[in-house]
Nanobody
Framework: QVQLVESGGRLAQAGDSLRLSCRASGRTGSVFAMGWFRQAPGKEREFVAVVRKINGDAVYADSVKGRFTISRDTVKDAAYLQMNALRPEDTGVYYC????????????????????WGQGTQVTVSS
C-alpha cells in the first residue's frame, strides 16, 4: 500500500500563488507517476497534472497549462504543484494521486486509472 498526504491548501486571492505538496510513503516503488486532481463544489473531479518520477516528464490540463507547474523530488518521494496566477475557478479540493506501472507507462487523465489517492487539501481563491 501507498499513503499520500497533501498539504499547502489555503485561502488565496485571485492572482496569488500557492504551492501544494504531496508526500508518499509505503510501497512507493510501484508508483511510476504522481499527479493532482481537483474537485470544485457541485462538479466532477477533474485531472490537473501528472509527473513521471523517473525523468520529470509532465502533462497538464488545458485549463492550468502555463500557470501551474508540477514537479517531483525522488529523494523525498514527493510531488509538488506550483500554482500561479490563481483564478476563482481554481477553487476546489486538490487530491494527490499515484499511478502504479512501469517507469515509462502511459500517463492517464482518467480518475479510475489511479491507484492511490490522498485525502485532499482545500484551495479557495477569492476574486
Amino acid at each position: 500500500q501507498v499513503q499520500l498526504v497533501e498539504s499547502g491548501g489555503r485561502l488565496a486571492q485571485a492572482g496569488d500563488s500557492l504551492r501544494l505538496s504531496c508526500r508518499a510513503s509505503g510501497r512507493t516503488g510501484s508508483v511510476f507517476a504522481m499527479g493532482w486532481f481537483r474537485q470544485a463544489p457541485g462538479k466532477e473531479r477533474e485531472f490537473v497534472a501528472v509527473v513521471r518520477k523517473i525523468n520529470g516528464d509532465a502533462v497538464y490540463a488545458d485549463s492550468v497549462k502555463g500557470r501551474f507547474t508540477i514537479s517531483r523530488d525522488t529523494v523525498k518521494d514527493a510531488a509538488y504543484l506550483q500554482m500561479n496566477a490563481l483564478r476563482p475557478e481554481d477553487t476546489g479540493v486538490y487530491y494527490c494521486v499515484g499511478d502504479v506501472g512501469g517507469p515509462y507507462s502511459d500517463f492517464s487523465r482518467t480518475r479510475g486509472e489511479y491507484d492511490y489517492w490522498g485525502q485532499g487539501t482545500q484551495v479557495t481563491v477569492s476574486s
